[in-house]
Structures are given as structure tokens and as C-alpha cells.
């Protein structure tokens, strides 16, 4: 079962990467653009056949080794 996770830093926490991309923006006339956020997404191929177990184990690796919760939040969405 295919899951994807998306790690976004938390509000308030401090987004160079964004911050970067939201200034290059500007400089191409894309001037509409105040706030820019950066984070990851992650797919992964779980051996499970069980929506609910699977989303569970997606959570599990997040909290474990794909997010670092003290400064960045997810979410587990099976497309």
C-alpha cells in the first residue's frame, strides 16, 4: 500500500529553505508570494493490505525517524 508523509516545520519555527525560495520568487516578478514553506515528502510502499494499519505504521516511522516533532509536524494521507 502506497502512504505518503509530509514533514512541514511547525509555525513559528524558522524556515531558511523557504525563506530562500519565496525571496528568488520575488526576484523573478512572482511579487503575490508572502510566505513561503519548505518541508519533504515522503512515499513509501508498505507490505500492507489494512488502510488503518497501514497509517499506523506510517505514523510510527514518522514520529520515530521521518519527522523531528520537537520543530517539525506531518501528515499521513494513503492516496
Not at 524556515?15 to 528568488?24: R, V
Request: aromatic share 2%; proline share 4%; hydrophobic share 50%.
Amino acid at each position: 500500500m502506497r502512504v505518503r508523509v509530509t514533514v512541514m516545520p511547525k509555525a513559528g519555527v524558522l524556515d531558511p529553505q523557504g525563506k530562500a525560495i519565496q525571496q528568488a520568487l520575488g526576484s523573478l516578478g512572482f511579487d503575490a508570494v508572502h510566505d513561503v514553506r519548505a518541508g519533504k515528502v515522503i512515499l513509501l510502499d508498505i507490505a500492507e493490505t489494512d488502510a488503518t494499519a497501514a497509517r499506523a505504521a506510517a505514523e510510527e516511522m514518522a514520529r520515530k525517524l521521518l519527522a523531528n516533532t520537537v520543530i517539525e509536524s506531518f501528515t499521513v494521507d494513503i492516496p
